[in-house]
């Protein structure tokens, strides 16, 4: 092998480095009211007012932005262009048509307050655009780009009102997602149907259904949030593989996390019982140190690995809560996306299982595999670990 000392520890310095400046958790979501109309398209925001104001002051850490009225206001011309310009609006092979602002800045600001040290109460910026759609239009394309960044999953409850005869469609889409619509099936389907009640009159309405396009999206949504965005997910998983090659061994590890991480998504979603993101996250960063470092002593499941990697999957699956008691979704439609989301997550560990064998499996019997593969790398999984928990405790 081409391995040295020297090389070895640059390697560790270059992951070290890489992982201060990683974002893991770093998430946004945006509440959309569509009015779609025969002739119009009206969209209504509820901008989520700490992460646009990061975003409009170029912050690169999960650091809150807070401002006076006067100084949110004095924003306003920028927050309209930074909207506008984000929103892609086309019909069939036309180009993009910039939306018509309207309610900007609203007469009454609301704030975002700290209720108590490190506990946020966010307050949407009202904001809205509307398109004029020809009657000759067949196509209508639509995406979002706000707090599109790498390490930043933004994400966006679209709920679109057809008609007062005809339930909201909710739409959950993740930043540059297009949105295709059919206008002449949508004129087909809403002949009969009297006119859509504004946003405002859907306010108590009952609940959207969860389209079968939304489960697809949940799931895209759990999946994602392992691979590629949950780098501390991945390498706890990848952490679990490190113990063994062997297929049992990493089974019985998968299955104990799988079931402990499934009971607290649950409650945590329901409301029954959650933690704080502030003593959630480090201790997730606690859990990829702990496991990596007790690959360097072991080759086997102990019945204390077992306990532990119980321990830290109820942990996680309040991390992975925290992605899907965002989405504010009524009961009613809770189980099916919990479900949906649950499946998203187990698909993208296997996924990174999966890219674990494919990688290894050609030389995990080699007598340098252990010494030189393993090794190196549960020890740059346990740095970043621990890299990861000091950042979050300070911020906490």
């Not at 004029?132 to 239009?137: N, S, V």
């Not at 019982?273 to 140190?289: D, K, M, N, Q």
């Amino acid at each position: 092998m081409a391995f040295n000392r020297r090389s070895l520890w640059l390697l560790l310095a270059g992951w070290l480095c890489w992982a201060q400046t990683s974002l893991a958790h770093t998430a946004s979501l945006t509440r959309v009211d569509a009015l779609l109309t025969t002739n119009s398209l009206t969209l209504t925001f509820q901008l989520n007012q700490p992460d646009l104001l990061q975003f409009l002051h170029a912050r690169t850490n999960d650091t809150v932005v807070q401002m006076t009225e006067a100084e949110v206001r004095s924003l306003a011309p920028r927050i309209a262009d930074y909207v506008q310009s984000r929103v892609r609006f086309a019909l069939d092979t036309n180009a993009p048509a910039r939306g018509v602002l309207s309610n900007w800045p609203p007469a009454q600001l609301k704030l975002t307050t700290e209720e108590r040290p490190g506990e946020i109460t966010p307050a949407p910026l009202p904001l809205t655009l509307r398109w004029e759609i020809p009657a000759k239009a067949k196509q209508l394309e639509l995406s979002l780009s706000l707090f599109d960044t790498t390490g930043f999953a933004a994400l966006f409850e679209v709920l679109f009102h057809r008609g007062k005869d005809i339930p909201p469609v909710l739409q959950l889409v993740q930043a540059r997602q297009a949105m295709v619509i059919d206008l002449e099936a949508f004129q087909e389907d809403t002949r009969d149907a009297k006119p859509a009640p504004g946003p405002s009159e859907n306010q108590g309405a009952s609940p959207a259904p969860v389209s079968g396009n939304s489960v697809a999206q949940f799931i895209e949504l759990g999946f994602t949030h392992i691979l590629p965005k949950g780098l501390d997910h991945i390498l706890f998983v990848l952490g679990l593989f490190l113990l063994s090659p062997k297929l049992k061994p990493l089974l019985w590890q998968v299955t104990a996390f799988t079931l402990a991480h499934s009971i607290t998504l649950a409650l945590a979603v329901l409301g029954i019982f959650a933690l704080p993101g502030r003593v959630v996250e480090p201790i997730i960063a606690l859990s990829i140190a702990v496991v990596a470092i007790e690959n360097l002593f072991r080759q086997d499941v102990s019945p204390w690995r077992w306990a532990c990697v119980f321990g830290f999957g109820l942990i996680h699956g309040m991390g992975f809560a925290g992605v899907l008691s965002e989405v504010g979704l009524p009961r009613e439609q809770i189980g099916l996306a919990l479900i949906s989301f649950n499946v998203g997550v187990e698909l993208g560990q296997l996924a990174v299982i999966a890219l674990a064998f494919g990688a290894t499996k050609w030389c995990e019997h080699r007598s340098w595999y252990g010494p030189w593969v393993r090794r190196p790398l549960c020890l740059l999984i346990a740095l970043a670990g621990i890299v990861w928990m000091v950042q979050r405790l300070l911020e906490a």
